[in-house]
């Protein structure tokens, strides 16, 4: 056998450098390099092979949390064929990246962590920034990434990383499997060399399958359309994933069924295709969330049905509604007792077109359709011309930065309020065109995911959206994307807070309570002082962005037009009116309210809720027969 001397942190890089994964033919390398951060727990090991390997790049990130967001989206804008590895030093850098991590994992975004650890030799224990147990030394903070990992292993051993890194790339190649995969590298063992075998650092290619849907169950979900009166599809990322989008817009123009999309989903089709009828669920339209309501049949596509979409088990009343979910996944395919076609979204679309022939839905629901349609043209119209304040409505911001952005630009977000305008507002026009993480909506994810989006498609521009809240919490990769020439346009929403969580909590009688950017008030004890102030343009402008102040829509739209020409990343600051929100549409979300209270408004917000839960549905109809 042929070896070749290497440390297990150059077998490893060596190893990474060499993956490639193919789908239809098309091949690409499948990691874009490694992000990370040193510190003593791999800046000898994972740090010097990187530094000996150059032609796999290093990305110098500030936070690793960031890095891991990073990543995710890039991988996402890549449609899953694509990530990076986040390298972490031991201790706080590897714990940084758990919440990058859960929401890898959640969103099923494939990300490669490889944090640092404690040594495995154990001699010189406690280490800088070890976490000591007194009942047992196999324990290190990387154990608190297991549960948002879906492949998780320590390598004490340099001749356990082949064995290792093979089950690390099935794990992140499986459209059914793929999340966050740990492989924690103990600091001492990422230095100790062995004598690795050539073809480990050979080519490898991954081949990223297509599932067929299985004949007798796509034949009877073919019955169960033709004998439904009012079906209705429910497309989610995995349409978007699969490339099914040109399959899923055929399908729709054959049959006449409209479309409701999720967050993950949106773009599937564009926003005027005919049976588009836009955004489902808690932060729906009224044409989708109508339908839902109604349908008898619900096709769910790519989908994992969040709460958000089942407008927590509320949406779907037709006493015998069914499902059809077609999902690569077949934890997903079985979701809400439904008949499971655990394919490729775009195989088995393309089969289940030909097998319905000339079916057609009825011709009153195809007006329906239509009507909805032409209401939410007016609907989002109106909002878009409000001409609100100043300060003006956030609506309106979102109208504005649709309006500049081109066909193919991307806009992208994560929490707050902007999700749920943005999904009901904006006007997709193109796949992957929006980008918004509502797997686990993370605040801090907005800045370092636009500059994943921007690395994964450097032609498109990106529009990234981002409240003062999220800003705050992370806005540090504004730096690294102007280290590494990557621009990125940032909206920054400026309302002295949480409007989001705010009007949640006016909604359920808690008046908005902690969620205002004021100082504390001596007289009250409270958060009720003067307003706290922040220079959100000073801030971005000391990290290096050229930043534009706007007050009114005129100076806005013309703030969009200015950043156009920048060279660098952009950030245009606009207050807008906290109060002045979009409001939602035939839909609702189980958000539990305190059961007895000294609060009135809290009282009664109990007693409506109790009513609104009785219309949660088990959704346990035999679906398999
Ligand atoms: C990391 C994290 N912490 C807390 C939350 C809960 N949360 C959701 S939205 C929100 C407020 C976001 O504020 P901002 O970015 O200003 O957006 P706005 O609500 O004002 O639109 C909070 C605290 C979250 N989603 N993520
Ligand atoms: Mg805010």
Same mark, same amino acid.
């Given at each position: 056998m042929k070896t070749m001397r290497l440390t297990m942190a150059q077998a490893l890089v060596g190893f990474l450098k060499n993956q490639y994964v193919e789908r239809d033919g098309r091949e690409t390398a499948f990691f874009g390099g490694a992000w990370g951060i040193f510190g003593h727990g791999c800046v000898a090991g994972v740090g010097q092979a990187l530094q000996q390997n150059s032609d796999f790049r290093y990305y110098l990130c500030r936070n690793e949390q960031a890095a891991v967001h990073i990543a995710a989206a890039f991988a996402r804008a890549s449609n899953r064929l694509r990530t990076f590895a986040c390298v972490s030093s031991i201790g706080p850098g590897a714990t940084n990246m758990a919440t990058g991590a859960a929401g890898a994992t959640i969103n099923r975004l494939p990300v490669l962590l490889l944090p640092g650890d404690i *040594?495995?030799?154990?001699?010189?224990? /406690?280490?800088?920034?070890q976490l000591e147990t007194e009942y047992s030394?196999?324990?290190?903070?990387?154990?608190?990434l297991r549960p948002v990992s879906r492949y998780w292993d320590r390598i004490? +051993?340099?001749?356990?990383l082949p064995f290792s890194v093979m089950e690390a790339m099935r794990v992140l190649t499986s459209?059914?499997?793929t999340g966050a995969v740990t492989l924690a590298l103990p600091q001492d063992v990422q230095t100790e060399a062995w004598e690795y075998p050539v073809e480990f650092l050979d080519k490898r290619v991954w081949h990223i399958a297509r599932p067929l849907p299985e004949r007798v169950l796509l034949e009877r979900a073919a019955q169960w359309i033709r004998a439904s009166q009012r079906p209705l599809i429910i497309a989610g990322g995995g349409v978007i994933y699969s490339d099914a989008t040109e399959t899923l817009a055929r399908f729709a123009e054959q049959t006449g069924i409209p479309v409701g999309e999720t967050q993950a989903g949106k773009?599937?089709?564009? *926003?005027?295709? +005919?049976q588009n009828l836009g955004a489902i669920g808690v932060t729906g339209t009224p044409g989708a969330n109508l339908c839902a309501r109604e349908a008898d049949l619900i096709i769910g596509?790519?989908? +994992?049905?969040?709460d958000f979409t089942t407008a927590s088990k509320t949406? *779907?009343?037709?006493?015998?509604v069914k499902f059809i979910n077609i999902n690569v996944a077949e934890f997903d395919a079985f979701k809400h007792s439904a008949l499971p076609i655990v394919a490729d979204a775009r195989a088995a679309l393309e089969e289940l077109t030909t097998a319905l022939g000339s079916y057609r839905v009825p011709g009153q629901y195809a007006v329906a359709i239509e009507n909805h349609r032409k209401f939410w043209q007016e609907e989002s119209d109106r909002i878009f011309a409000l +001409?609100?304040?100043? /300060?003006?409505s956030q609506g309106e911001v979102i109208g504005a930065v649709n309006g500049a952005s081109r066909p193919q630009d991307v806009v992208v977000c994560a929490a707050g309020s902007l999700p749920g305008d943005l999904h009901k507002l904006w006007r997709a026009r193109?796949?992957?065109?929006y980008h918004v993480?509502? !797997?686990?909506?993370?605040?801090?994810?907005?800045i370092a995911g636009g500059l994943g989006v921007k690395m994964a498609n450097p032609e498109r521009e990106v529009y990234v959206m981002v409240g003062d809240g999220s800003f705050l919490m992370m806005s540090s990769e504004i730096v690294t994307s102007i280290q590494e020439g990557y621009k990125v346009n940032i909206i920054l929403i400026d309302n002295h807070g949480y409007s989001s969580i705010g009007g949640l909590s006016q909604s359920l009688g808690?008046?908005? *309570? !902690?969620?205002d950017y004021r100082y504390r008030n001596?007289?009250?004890?409270?958060?009720? !002082?003067?307003p706290l102030i922040v220079d959100f343009a000073g801030a971005a402008q000391a990290m290096g962005a050229h930043t534009v102040r706007a007050r009114t829509h005129q100076e806005f739209v013309a703030a969009l037009e200015t950043i156009k020409t920048a060279s660098r990343t952009s950030v245009i600051v606009i207050e807008t009116d906290k109060e002045a929100r979009v409001p939602g549409y035939e839909s609702w979300w189980d958000v539990a309210i305190a059961?007895?209270?000294?609060m009135p408004a809290v009282r009664e917000a109990r007693a409506e809720y109790e009513q609104a839960i009785k219309r949660e549905r088990t959704l346990l109809i035999p679906g398999r027969s």
């Open positions: *040594f495995a030799r154990r001699n010189v224990a /406690p280490v800088l920034q030394q196999d324990i290190s903070v990387n154990d608190t004490n +051993r340099p001749e356990q459209p059914a499997n773009g599937s089709l564009p *926003f005027d295709h +005919r596509i790519g989908t +994992r049905y969040t949406a *779907f009343q037709h006493p015998e +001409r609100h304040g100043p /300060p003006i193109q796949p992957r065109g993480e509502y !797997g686990y909506s993370c605040m801090g994810y907005e808690s008046e908005g *309570f !902690g969620t001596a007289e009250t004890g409270r958060l009720d !002082g003067e059961e007895v209270s000294a």
